[in-house]
């Protein structure tokens, strides 16, 4: 492709609002361009590394038996009310009318199109197993777009899905998806990690995400560098120091102005692991009777020197949404904020117990009146009931619940997931299939997501330097950057053909720039190999090669060229297949 004829223009200065290194060269060198907010185009480079990309994609998931499929991302609302979906998830889901007055929905994720297309294809255990992909646009009306391609509301993705007569066929298939994925990465030269996640809108019981490292991340990745535990701190456990002793009697004290744990703990003389904290939410719950949503108060007591982690609140509760309480909502239930606990509250509201709580004696905790805690509560004996599960925030720093040493933590992109659905959405939607015995079973489901854009944005992250990108070879636009610099145009537009005609990916700067133009755009679009052309070395014979990744300068003679750079391909190729990981 010739410079001088391509849709494309460089930028010397980051335009504002370029939040990450990364996003700032995609925009510079011309690969995307913001439409609106977390809506962008994709221009020819950005367009070429995308299709990279899928083709990467789908050879992995052919290799693993995946036939590629294409559902409309415009979907009848009615196969999402079949699953709840349509009333569980918020405003992320753009829904609409159309002339008919149906309700329609932009489809974000597949789940419901692909069990309503196996519902009326797969009626017998012989057609089992078979895991279906599409690479199709998604729609999610993210609050919050960021750092370019890494958080978007339009995007194209690559979804695939398994269906399998029982559990031990989901688990075969995903274990291939798990290697797949890390095939995937490897080929892009994106480095990752994989941790249990959070199953969240998607259903299901298992969760891996794949993860990249960056301090652009959103995501807090809590690791142990002993034994290997990784999980998302949505998800993440930590192994909890418990003091359990024999109990003491109930007493009710004043504690004036201790509305914090730190006062109270100040107040006291005790240490925070000494306190029952209360946390007050309000979740959104889907009435299955009346067929609406309804709020109601959370209350969850964890030890004062935990912190609630959301997530995990959202997933005991199975709330939809939560958000924090106002102070007239928790006193409804006789809890008086900065005092409360759950001893004497009353009403219809959700209680929540950490483990931290249950399995601790003699804690201190808020006696629901102005200035008074009780001391020596215990769980089972001055209150009981409501759920009791994990739902602490796991950080560095904490002990490792596999080995027991210290966790660290790291931020982190999530770039891949893959979900063990089991039946959550075939129950739902009647996806049922003859087995062997003559019963009807429903279709024992997984899927697993890509976002192809992201992908770009991290690999944007992870290959660059001071002068601009540096993508691997495997998903550069281009594998050359040809950039002439002589007055003889036909010589250079000879060199252009001759590795044209051998099969090479060639961008050819033919503008009629100045050579520090032309270098500073080869920096910034940063393709693997550049050839130059200039007259000093035409006076020898030869032309320059220079690597951009390692910035190594070779000289080769012109009838020799072409033959040089496929060699330099085949080096720059095998390093990435040299690395290739399959977890």
């Known amino acids: 492709m010739r410079m001088s004829h391509m849709f494309l223009r460089t930028l010397r200065e980051a335009p504002s609002g370029a939040d990450s290194k990364g996003y700032e060269y995609l925009l510079r060198a011309g690969f995307i361009s913001q439409l609106g907010t977390g809506i962008f185009s994709l221009l020819p480079f950005g367009k070429r590394s995308s299709e990279k990309i899928k083709k990467i994609l789908r050879e992995e998931m052919e290799r693993i038996g995946g036939e590629e499929i294409e559902m409309p991302v415009v979907n009848p609302a009615d196969i999402w009310k079949e699953t709840g979906r349509y009333y569980s998830i918020d405003k992320e889901m753009a829904r609409f009318k159309d002339r008919m007055n149906r309700d329609m929905v932009l489809a974000m ?76 990465f490897s080929r892009t030269g994106l480095p990752v990690i994989v941790v249990a996640s959070d199953s969240g809108m998607m259903g299901g019981k298992i969760a891996h995400e794949y993860m990249y490292l960056s301090p652009i991340g959103e995501d807090t990745i809590i690791i142990c560098p002993e034994c290997g535990y990784t999980a998302n701190r949505q998800v993440a456990r930590f192994k909890k120091e418990l003091v359990k002793e024999e109990m003491k009697p109930l007493e009710k004290v004043k504690t004036p102005d201790a509305k914090t744990i730190d006062d109270l703990c100040t107040f006291l003389s005790i240490s925070k692991e000494q306190t029952c904290k209360a946390v007050f939410m309000v979740g959104t719950f889907f009435n299955e009777e009346t067929k609406e949503e309804e709020e109601k108060l959370i209350a969850a007591f964890i030890r004062g020197d935990m912190d609630v982690e959301e997530s995990k609140l959202s997933n005991v509760t199975r709330a939809s949404e ?262």
Do not use: W
């Not at 939560?322 to 006193?331: D, K």
């Open 109 to 184: 994720t597949h789940e419901e199109a692909v069990t309503a297309l196996a519902r009326g294809i797969i009626d017998s255990y012989k057609k089992l197993p078979l895991l279906v992909y599409q690479i199709q646009t998604k729609f999610r009306d993210d609050p919050r777009p960021r750092a370019g391609l890494i958080r978007v509301r339009e995007f194209s993705m690559k979804d695939a899905y398994s269906f399998d007569r029982d559990q031990e066929g989901l688990e075969k298939v995903y274990k291939d998806n798990y290697k797949a994925y890390f095939r995937i």
């Open 322 to 583: 939560i958000r924090p309480a106002h102070e007239e909502e928790i006193r409804e239930y006789g809890m008086v904020p900065g005092f409360a606990s759950a001893i004497g509250a009353h009403g219809d509201f959700v209680l929540v117990v950490d483990e931290s709580v249950a399995g601790s004696s003699n804690l201190v905790a808020g006696a629901n009146e102005e200035g008074y805690h009780y001391l020596n509560t215990n769980y089972g004996r001055d209150f009981s009931g409501g759920i009791v599960a994990d739902i602490a925030s796991a950080r560095a720093g904490y002990k490792c619940p596999v080995c027991g040493k210290e966790l660290t933590s790291s931020k982190g992109v999530e770039v891949g997931n893959i979900f063990q659905l089991g039946t959550r959405y075939s129950d739902a939607m009647g996806a049922t299939f003859q087995d062997e015995d003559g019963k009807e079973k429903p279709l024992v489901m997984g899927c697993y997501g890509i976002g192809v854009g992201r992908l770009l944005a991290c690999l944007a992250e992870e290959y660059n330097d001071e002068n601009g990108l540096s993508l691997p070879i495997t998903v550069a636009p281009y594998q050359v950057h040809l950039v002439s610099l002589v007055k003889d145009q036909q010589i250079a537009d000879d060199i252009y053909q001759k590795l044209i005609e051998r099969g090479i990916e060639v961008l050819y700067d033919d503008r009629k720039e100045s050579p520090g133009v032309k270098f500073a755009d080869a920096d910034l679009i940063g393709l693997p190999i550049r050839i130059t052309i200039g007259n000093r070395g035409l006076k020898e014979g030869k032309v320059e090669v220079k690597l951009r990744g390692t910035g190594e300068v070779t000289s080769y003679a012109i009838e020799d060229i072409a033959d040089e750079v496929l060699r330099e391909i085949e080096k720059e190729t095998k390093k990435i297949e040299d690395n290739i990981f399959e977890g």
